[in-house]
């Protein structure tokens, strides 16, 4: 909804949000006083009263949202954190089941996780999906399915590199659904904005003076301080705060067959020199290790 925002920092955000609504406070303040009626002493608490309310309500509204935003976060890291898993734990599996009758799966593997990075998150952040991951997606189900176990422990590999082919499928497509939609409704917003600008109407009764004014401006900022942290959170995929693609540059750095995608892949993608290296001295033909 307000996608422009997260080209800033977070801290622009917060204190971008303070600032605004601290500053347009006083404006309606200003500009409204003119047309309240005169209040006296009993109908001065009364409002007092309505303003306190609504700010008691703007304010609980606020804090449920802000619990909300944070909670999908780390819903949607999760998803990130178990897709990523089921990639590295897939190419384990591979490997164990046949190294050479897996080659080409365990490439496969290796380019579908690289997409997930340079070509799937750039869509997801514009609200789209890439069709090469998909593609890729599909053709690393179909290596798997074509595979053909002999007796005994491939057949149990078999069966569960099948059921981790589904959840990787599964899992694609909560993180794509997370990408639609994760992010407080439309209605919140309007919700919110309604409090506000009654919190903001309800303020113009003050008569203008320099106590009332940084008073109102104070209300307002931290109001602002509230709705611009609900801001960062409100967007998974967007913002410096939003999740990144990092537990699958992770598990890419992990995969056998990483190093026939080359160096300049991973540059792409802003792996470390340091990291690039250590990926190209890596053998997509060295015997698996044994752990203890």
């Not at 099948?162 to 909560?174: F, H």
């Not at 008569?207 to 009332?212: D, G, I, V, Y």
């Not at 190209?280 to 044994?290: E, F, G, H, I, Y």
Request: proline share 5%; with cysteine.
């Amino acid at each position: 909804m307000f996608h422009f925002v997260y080209r800033f920092p977070d801290v622009v955000i917060i204190l971008g949000g303070a600032l605004a609504l601290g500053v347009l406070a006083v404006l309606v303040m200003v500009a409204l006083n003119r047309f309240m009626p005169v209040l006296d002493k009993n109908a001065t608490r009364h409002a007092q009263r309505a303003i306190n309310t609504a700010r008691g309500i703007l304010t609980l509204v606020l804090a449920f949202c802000i619990v909300q935003a944070s909670s999908d976060l780390s819903r949607v890291q999760e998803t990130l954190n178990t897709e990523a898993r089921t990639l590295g734990v897939t190419d384990r599996m591979l490997l164990r089941f046949d190294r050479d009758m897996t080659a080409s799966t365990r490439e496969m593997l290796a380019r579908y996780a690289y997409s997930i990075i340079k070509d799937e998150w750039p869509e997801m952040r514009k609200g789209w999906r890439s069709a090469e991951a998909a593609m890729f997606s599909r053709r690393l189900s179909r290596y798997i399915d074509d595979l053909q176990p002999g007796p005994g422990r491939q057949q149990t590999i078999y069966g569960e590199l099948v059921r981790n082919a589904e959840t990787i499928e599964l899992k694609r497509g909560e993180r794509l659904a997370h990408a639609d939609s994760t992010r407080l409704p439309d209605s919140f917003w309007l919700v919110i904005a309604i409090l506000i600008g009654a919190v903001m109407v309800l303020g113009a009764l003050n008569k203008p003076s320099l106590m009332s004014i940084l008073m109102i401006s104070a209300q307002g900022a931290m109001i602002g301080l509230l709705v611009g942290f609900l801001l960062v959170l409100d967007e998974p995929f967007q913002g410096q705060s939003g999740v990144g693609p990092e537990p699958f540059k992770r598990i890419l750095s992990q995969l056998s067959a990483a190093p026939t995608l080359g160096s300049d892949a991973f540059r792409s993608i802003g792996v470390t020199p340091v990291d690039i290296e250590a990926i190209s001295n890596l053998r997509p033909d060295a015997p698996a290790q044994k752990t203890p």
